[in-house]
């Protein structure tokens, strides 16, 4: 008895595929330091704009009842 494989159709799309996936992950890693960059300045931003609200606190005893 002779054994018949199947034709593979779906070769050429997977091969497409994964050349896709890895062109995509290619530009997200070059993208990384421009993004770490970014959330750091975010993150700067954030904790000096909080500082500032901490300090007015102090100063002015803003939202204070007593």
Known sequence: MKWFR??????????EALADAEENLRMIKKRG????AVSEALRTIREKNHFAEHMEEILFGRGDTT
């Open 33 to 36: 330091e421009e993004v770490t």
């Open 6 to 15: 199947r034709e593979n159709k779906s070769g050429q799309a997977s091969r």
